[in-house]
């Protein structure tokens, strides 16, 4: 299924983009109660793992699978609460820039950036993937955790990353993956504000028609379950509570069901993917 198709006009698209930013200012301070101050899953290598541990040990899997040069420039597409391009910057001495469509998440970003001195090398701006005015051949590696299941043209993304990608530049995608043929999958989407979620396939097909080559391909399902079951776990501590919060606070804590209950069907899998530009 086209992504595009999911999304039908300019109109469309503005309120869709909005319902996004609203999603996400409204939940940040769920999003860091619930989850901290990284946004994506944790690899659970025992299960026994802390969040905390489990979400650098993420990074640390991704960034295995990539030769990243010291003092490459990156692009963190969706960067959260920075904790990505904090990590790319003090572990391999990276330049990076962050964007970001949520001001609220920006404004911790920023503070953490602050309080960590890394001013100098981490500059997060208030962007999203279809705005942001992509420099050619400007980035060693443009990093993509867990942002381009939002997006409403997945396929234009990968060309504006061959763009802007150096010669031999690395991608990295980590996504939510499954077909939109699945209630479940859908579900999911309709409940995460993602106009569609793609299949493995769907995103090597639009890496490999940009221009660029799939390379690692990586299926940390079983690793990345735990993430949900904890937050789970946290919602039905605080559940007695449910009724004094906000809408948008009760919808989050009913998704976690629903999207625990697609991975454990196997509808829903967390595919990382590589990628090396030419």
């Not at 301070?29 to 994506?40: I, K, M, N």
């Not at 940009?210 to 559940?239: E, H």
Request: net charge positive.
């Amino acid at each position: 299924m086209s992504t595009t198709s999911q999304i039908a006009d300019a109109t469309e698209l503005h309120t869709y983009k909005e319902s996004i930013r609203h999603h996400y200012d409204s939940l940040s301070l769920w999003y860091r109660l619930f989850w901290g101050d990284h946004l994506h899953h944790g690899w659970f290598n025992t299960g026994n793992e802390k969040p905390r541990e489990a979400q650098i040990e993420m990074l640390r899997q991704c960034a295995s699978l990539l030769r990243i040069p010291t003092a490459a420039r990156a692009l963190d597409v969706g960067c959260g609460y920075g904790g990505t391009s904090l990590f790319l910057a003090s572990e391999f001495g990276c330049e990076v820039d962050g964007l970001n469509v949520s001001p609220n998440q920006l404004r911790v970003a920023r503070d953490k950036v602050a309080a960590a001195r890394l001013g100098a090398r981490v500059s997060l701006r208030l962007r999203d993937s279809a705005t942001f005015a992509y420099p050619p051949h400007h980035y060693d590696l443009v990093w993509t955790m867990e942002s381009s299941e939002h997006f409403a043209d997945k396929r234009k993304y990968f060309h504006q990353v061959r763009r802007t990608l150096r010669r031999n530049g690395q991608l990295l995608v980590a996504a939510w993956t499954g077909s939109m043929a699945s209630y479940s999958v859908r579900s999911v989407a309709s409940h995460f504000v993602c106009p569609a979620i793609c299949t493995a396939e769907e995103y090597i097909d639009f890496i490999e028609s940009a221009g660029m080559q799939a390379q690692k391909l990586v299926d940390a399902t079983r690793y990345v379950v735990p993430t949900w079951q904890i937050c789970l776990r946290r919602v039905r501590r605080f559940g007695l509570l449910k009724h004094l919060v906000p809408n948008d606070v009760r919808s989050f804590a009913d998704g976690l069901e629903i999207i625990l209950d697609a991975y454990l069907s196997g509808d829903l899998t967390y595919t990382i993917i590589t990628a090396r530009s030419p």
